[in-house]
């Protein structure tokens, strides 16, 4: 069985097709096997390599608007990179909160996801209390990954796309430039860097493997991974032209919008203290040090994350640009269709 792969079962490929065909009582009899075949399998990763490479050439083509005031979040380019290279992504969940593989893993709940995608719940009743036929292409992709979005069993893992990347590379910095990013995460803006001719370096305490393998394998040249956290990493001075990332999300509340590993490697499982006054603090210290003078400087935080934000004001002064992310919000939100905006706010380096 491969990861997007349909199943099959007593030699009858279970498509979207065949299982609308099927009543109430025919679906509910496929749940026990179907959970057989799954659980003898066992949890999958991505696995075509070759759609992987295909994927990398869309990134590579790809050009944005750069006179745009806004750039779309929403887009799914090369976001598939992320994630066929960075199996840690399927690791990440809210503080507490269990992973997709722990989920995967309960047998009860994996039950009732494959309830979900042979489309009983729909079956049953839809808002009017009439029946829907609704069914899905039975891969291992749509039962331990859809299923649990669509159930709302997880929320999903942010990715800093692809395609913003890019944008912020071609918009503030030039050709053979040096980007500096001190939180690598799934190699969003380490592609981006690199498929517009850029230099890269990027630390990350827990991600740098993952994307050392990316790198080689997509024939990536001209960066630098550094397995260390930001706050203890100070390259040369002024030998960045822009440094930018997405950090973890310290909101107001004192909580982690994300959990990415319960590692004590990661700042924000060392406590608030830490967070704020050694990660943060001598992260943008570190920044300030190696980033050029009249360079840019980049953080993406929500505004609900307004202590970070003011740390980096008292060290960089107010924001002179903001570029906005917008979001759609998608069809398995309770606010779908809205729109949401979320800033990357962007600094001078005035030494």
Request: hydrophobic share 35%.
């Amino acid at each position: 069985m491969k990861y997007d792969q349909v199943l099959e079962l007593n030699g009858v490929k279970l498509t979207s097709k065949y299982i609308e065909s099927l009543n109430k009582q025919e679906r509910l009899d496929l749940i026990d096997p179907i959970f057989d075949i799954v659980r003898k399998v066992g949890w999958l990763y991505p696995d075509e390599e070759n759609k992987i490479k295909k994927s990398w050439g869309k990134v590579k083509e790809y050009q944005p608007d750069l006179n745009a005031d806004d750039q779309f979040n929403n887009s799914s380019l090369g976001t598939d990179i992320c994630k066929f290279y960075c199996h840690s992504f399927f690791d990440a969940t809210e503080p507490g909160a269990p992973t997709m593989k722990d989920n995967f893993n309960d047998d009860k709940i994996l039950k009732k996801m494959i309830w979900n995608r042979l489309g009983l719940a729909w079956l049953d009743a839809d808002s009017k209390g009439e029946g829907v036929n609704e069914a899905f292409n039975l891969s291992f992709k749509m039962i331990a990954i859809q299923a649990q979005r669509s159930m709302r069993l997880i929320n999903q893992t942010s990715i800093f796309k692809p395609s913003i990347a890019k944008f912020m590379a071609l918009k503030y910095s030039m050709p053979g430039d040096v980007i500096g990013d001190y939180s690598c995460g799934f190699g969003a803006r380490l592609m981006g860097a690199v498929s517009c001719g850029r230099q890269y370096i990027g630390t990350d305490p827990m991600t740098c493997p993952e994307l050392e393998i990316m790198a080689a394998k997509l024939g990536m040249t001209g960066y630098k991974l550094i397995q260390s956290g930001s706050e203890d990493y100070r390259g040369d001075e002024n030998s960045i032209d822009l440094y930018y990332s997405s950090p973890p999300y310290m909101m107001d509340s004192d909580i982690i919008k994300e959990s990415y590993t319960n590692d004590v490697s990661q700042a924000y499982n060392k406590g608030k203290e830490y967070f704020y006054n050694t990660y943060w603090d001598r992260t943008l210290d570190n920044v300030k040090y190696m980033l050029k003078p009249g360079k840019w400087f980049g953080l993406n935080l929500t505004e609900d994350c307004s202590e970070m934000i003011r740390m980096a004001n008292d060290k960089f002064g107010k924001p002179i640009e903001i570029v906005k992310l917008k979001t759609i919000r998608s069809h398995l939100s309770k606010t779908a269709g809205t729109e949401k905006f979320e800033p990357v706010f962007m600094y001078k380096n005035i030494k």
